[in-house]
């Protein structure tokens, strides 16, 4: 009776040991695919303040809610109607946005 019990628990701790290091592995793939996908649909930020040093763009004020990476978009000042368009970056929210290796769209 004693062998199976503590039989038992071994298969217990394996399974539980098991299923834990699948769902360790299977997170992080998850969350980056996700990440990935997010970056790829940016769109078009237009913002109320924006202040351009080429190659890099800063813009504040923006109508987004978009917080992360964020690729291939156009940063548009509301102002002046000039847009940029910027191969990476970071959005924070309406808060801000900062465009790397970007270049001002023709008019």
């Known amino acids: 009776m004693y062998a199976t019990r503590q039989t ?7 399974l539980v040991l098991g299923a834990f290091t699948v769902a ?3 997170v992080p793939a998850v969350a980056t695919t996700a990440g990935t996908a997010q970056a ?3 769109g078009v930020f237009s913002c109320r303040e924006v202040s351009a040093q080429l190659p890099d763009v800063f813009a504040r004020s923006c109508d987004t809610t978009h917080w992360g990476p964020v690729s291939d ?4 000042d509301s102002n ?7 191969r ?14 970007c270049r001002q769209l023709p008019a």
């Open 80 to 86: 002046s109607g000039v847009s940029y368009f910027c």
């Open 24 to 26: 360790l592995t299977a």
């Open 8 to 14: 038992c628990r071994a298969a217990a701790k394996a």
């Open 73 to 76: 978009f156009v940063i548009r």
């Open 88 to 101: 990476s970056g970071w959005a924070e929210g309406a808060l801000w946005i900062n465009g790397q290796n």
């Open 40 to 42: 790829a649909r940016a």
